[in-house]
């Protein structure tokens, strides 16, 4: 049962334009949320998080938006660099959830940023 | 100087072996999980330990067994491997079981990439 998902499997932006990676969930219990980059090879890094009580974070070029009604968050990537093709995956967590408060993830998307 | 090491990160063994991955973190969290990344790419959680007591144990074969000797380690012995059990394992260490809240969230291993032939 995914509570977690990623439904765009791969995205290709070009340099300095937006990527704009999306994530839905279903379980109504999660109130904080993550992204993770992952490099081939490599375990996922954390990217940035939002609790539920904000709609908004924003760290440098990374801003995640989160809009509770409909159960969707999103993170931008403006400009784009090439060092940003990665797959990134959204995680979330919230008591009363399946594990507790372990993160469920989606499958990931992979971003790939063209010059 | 690894933040979270495992090893091995490639496994290759034959149906019906038993085998160990180790996983060790120096970043002083209480808290350490196995997550499972399947041919489909889905990360799933396998279990938690929390202080050397496991808080988690989702539904995982009886043939998967963590072990944690202390909090800075958390070992998974499998038993009779199937051709199933093929996939990436990551090991990860979070500051309280409270999934990392208010902080960096996990931090993972770079993964144990297992192969059942």
């Known amino acids: 049962d995914q509570q977690v998902k990623q439904n765009s499997p791969s995205l290709s932006v070009q340099e300095g334009r937006i990527s704009i990676l999306n994530c839905d969930y279903t379980?109504?219990?999660?109130?904080?949320f993550l992204w993770y980059k992952k490099y081939p090879a490599e375990g996922p890094t954390f990217l940035i998080s939002?609790?539920?009580?904000?709609d908004k974070n924003e760290d440098g070029r990374f801003t995640v938006f989160l809009n509770k009604s409909a159960k969707h968050l999103s993170l931008h990537i403006v400009p784009s660099q090439p060092g940003d093709s990665a797959v990134y995956f959204c995680?979330?967590?919230?008591?009363?959830?399946?594990?507790?408060?372990?993160?469920?993830f989606g499958k990931g998307t992979s971003l790939l940023v063209t010059p | 100087d690894t933040a979270v090491s495992q090893t091995p990160k490639y496994l290759v063994t034959q149906m019906g072996n038993d085998k160990s991955i180790k996983c060790e973190q120096n970043?002083?969290?209480?808290?350490m999980y196995w997550y499972k990344q399947d041919s489909k790419k889905f990360l799933k959680i396998m279990f938690s330990?929390?202080?050397?007591?496991?808080?988690i144990n989702e539904t995982v074969p009886n043939r998967f067994s963590p072990k944690s000797p202390d909090k800075a380690h958390l070992n998974l012995h499998i038993n009779s491997l199937e051709l199933g059990d093929s996939a990436v394992y990551f090991c990860?260490?979070?500051?309280?079981?409270?999934?990392?809240?208010?902080?960096?969230?996990?931090?993972f291993g770079s993964g144990t990439r297992l192969t059942v032939v």
């Open positions: 990860a260490s979070s500051q309280e079981s409270k999934g990392g809240r208010g902080s960096y969230g996990y931090t």
């Open positions: 379980n109504s219990m999660f109130d904080y």
């Open positions: 939002i609790s539920s009580i904000k």
């Open positions: 995680a979330a967590s919230g008591e009363g959830s399946n594990s507790g408060y372990a993160l469920n």
């Open positions: 970043l002083g969290h209480d808290t």
């Open positions: 330990y929390n202080n050397k007591e496991l808080i």
